[in-house]
């Protein structure tokens, strides 16, 4: 099993991203898939998920501007970035569980099972 998250890079405030998690060794429509962020010398925080049966979650501070999707055909998702904010700088994770996971528990990185490595999303002018 592998993820790969791609797609990091400077920005400027209220630029944009997409960020992608390019999977491999797992069937993707069976995964719910996270994306996480840590900032220097904070706690990993969830950021959003695509679920198994394609419900989406978000968490607050991106709500309105960043957009989770995903390509089964692909075994890619994707998270689209706007209206970016200095405060979204940090290193993006996307980590994949196994099977739907309960709309409560979504951010809890006990319920994935296999992470990528992150890549540097700094948005700075």
């Known amino acids: 099993v592998q993820l790969q998250a791609s797609g990091g890079g400077l920005v400027q405030p209220g630029g944009s991203l997409r960020l992608s998690c390019a999977t491999s060794?797992?069937?993707?429509?069976?995964?719910?898939i996270g994306w996480f962020r840590q900032a220097p010398g904070k706690e990993r925080e969830g950021v959003s998920c695509?679920?198994?049966?394609?419900?989406?979650y978000y968490a607050d501070s991106v709500k309105g501007r960043f957009t989770i999707s995903r390509d089964n055909a692909k075994n890619t998702v994707y998270l689209q970035m706007n209206s970016l904010k200095p405060e979204d700088t940090a290193v993006y994770y996307c980590?994949?569980?196994?099977?739907?996971?309960?709309?409560?528990?979504?951010?809890?990185?006990?319920?994935?099972?296999?992470w990528g490595q992150g890549t540097l999303v700094t948005v700075s002018s």
């Open positions: 060794g797992f069937t993707l429509r069976y995964y719910h």
């Open positions: 980590a994949a569980g196994r099977g739907r996971i309960l709309s409560s528990l979504w951010s809890s990185r006990s319920y994935y099972d296999y």
């Open positions: 695509i679920n198994s049966d394609g419900s989406t």
